[in-house]
């Protein structure tokens, strides 16, 4: 038979409001009632009821999280670095996929809403003002993970690294080993923070060193191996002067990148020098080894979640409003120095 909280109650010899108080942490109980309470419950192998307990907390202890892509490892190590904090915290984490469209995200926001969440953590791709518009009327709080909104809204919290930042220093690590014929493969132009501002960062640090690029030397995919395959052949077919070195927005396309190169007989680094980004699994076991931008995706999800939980407890005004993670240039065997 299932053990419900009044035979907790008349067990422990206290009242019924008492176990409640001691389930939901809602009203101050002695420490001797209290581990009374405890010792019946374990012994009992008690479970609340955590409908009923939300209703007294007015929390579930579920926390959303959007990513567009489930498959994508990125989106793997920023979940692991969320649910690590949820876990501490006792919350439940829900994993939800949006294919990066708009309407799939609208939808999102509704389920999580219907489900009571008690926080999202949101991984878009175009975060314009009319999707911004929509978390604000949610009456749980949002937290923007990897991706800025774009139109210059700062209204959501967000966690991000700092895409301009980072692709301007991958880019000046290439002119600093010589190269001045540098091609880039990004990501989505519809991508407001791993596409565009990848790319502005790249045009940044050209720009510096007074160095000219071709339209042609600028192909965008969707970070996938196809796309990143499909834009290096692009570049090789389209361009009479190969480029020394490639600027690519992430590492599967960098890995598929170097694949389509080696079908041609080229040599990476020897004839073309390519640079990855992320600095994913994949970078280190692949050859040759990739030199890549290095991002902690699992420490951005654990700042992502604490920052919600700060939102939760209604520390909104001690949050900044975009909270970067450091980036590191890592060198390895895809680039070499030229003269």
């Known amino acids: 038979m299932k053990v419900t909280i009044e035979d907790i109650a008349k067990e422990a010899n206290v009242s019924i409001a008492t176990v409640s108080r001691v389930i939901n942490n809602t009203k101050a109980v002695s420490p001797e009632l209290r581990e009374r309470v405890h010792e019946v419950i374990r012994k009992r192998n008690f479970r609340p009821n955590p409908l009923a307990k939300g209703l007294i907390t007015n929390r579930t202890n579920i926390i959303g999280i959007v990513v567009p892509d489930i498959s994508n ?30 309407e799939k995200e609208l939808e ?38 990897t991706q800025e909104a774009s139109e210059g809204d700062e209204e959501i919290k967000t966690v ?42 790249f045009q940044l640090a050209l720009k510096e060193n007074n160095i000219e690029v071709p339209e042609s030397y600028i192909e965008h995919g969707n970070f996938t191996f196809q796309s990143g395959f499909e834009s290096m052949k692009k570049i090789y077919e389209e361009n009479s002067v190969l480029p020394t070195a490639v600027m690519v927005c992430n590492d599967i396309m960098a890995i598929a990148a170097i694949r389509f190169l080696e079908n041609a007989n080229m040599s990476v680094p020897h004839d073309i020098s390519i640079m990855g980004f992320d600095d994913s699994e994949y970078a280190n076991y692949f050859s040759p080894e990739l030199s890549t931008v290095r991002i902690s995706y699992f420490d951005e999800g654990v700042k992502a979640a604490k920052t919600l939980f700060k939102l939760i407890d209604d520390q909104y005004s001690i949050i900044p409003n975009t909270q970067f993670i450091s980036h590191k240039i890592i060198r390895r065997n895809s680039v070499r120095p030229i003269e």
Do not use: W
Not at 177 to 193: Q, T
């Open 108 to 145: 999102l926001l509704e389920i999580l809403a219907d489900k009571k969440v008690d926080g999202l953590l949101f991984a878009g791709v175009d975060v314009n003002h009319s999707l911004v518009k929509e978390m604000k009327i949610k009456d749980y709080p949002i937290v923007l993970v």
């Open 73 to 102: 490892p990125i989106f793997g190590a920023l979940t692991k670095g969320i649910n690590n904090i949820c876990e501490q915290q006792g919350y439940t984490l829900m994993v939800c996929e949006s294919g990066g469209q708009r």
């Open 160 to 201: 991000v690294h700092d895409n301009v930042k980072a692709t301007y220093d991958a880019v000046s690590f290439l002119i600093n080993n010589g190269h001045k014929k540098i091609a880039f493969i990004g990501g989505p132009e519809n991508d407001y923070s791993s596409g565009q501002k990848r790319l502005k960062g």
